[in-house]
Nanobody
């Protein structure tokens, strides 16, 4: 059974930083590509960032490029999202996701497992 648990969300002022973590458990998890998505009430879940199984390839949404950094630890079981220069429009529930496959992906339907989400609120 694959489980993903996010942590690190909270309230921060605009211009500040937060670092999200996603701890994964399950068999051969280091072979999975992983990603971060976010969602606000009444809106579709949107892609934020993704990373390949070995951390060698990353993708970012245009809205976060240059401000957010996705990474994974050496064992491959934890991924991080360093969020800098946060804006009020970054406010959302952030979800961690994992997919069978080595390459990063940007579509919700490409992912097979999801965490419960962690709230990020950026005040102006």
């Amino acid at each position: 059974q694959v489980q993903l648990v996010e942590s690190g969300g909270g309230l921060v002022q605009a211009g500040g930083s937060l670092k999200l973590s996603c701890a994964a458990s399950g068999p051969t998890f280091s072979s999975y590509a992983m990603g971060w998505f976010r969602q606000n009430p009444g809106k579709e879940r949107e892609f934020v960032a993704a990373i390949s199984w070995d951390g060698g390839s990353t993708d970012y949404a245009d809205s976060v490029k240059g401000r957010f950094i996705i990474s994974r630890d050496g064992a491959g079981n934890t991924i991080f999202l360093q969020m800098n220069s946060l804006k009020p429009e970054d406010t959302a529930v952030y979800f961690c996701a994992a997919r069978f496959g080595v390459a990063p992906a940007m579509a919700v339907l490409d992912y097979d497992y999801w965490g419960q989400g962690t709230q990020v609120t950026v005040s102006s």
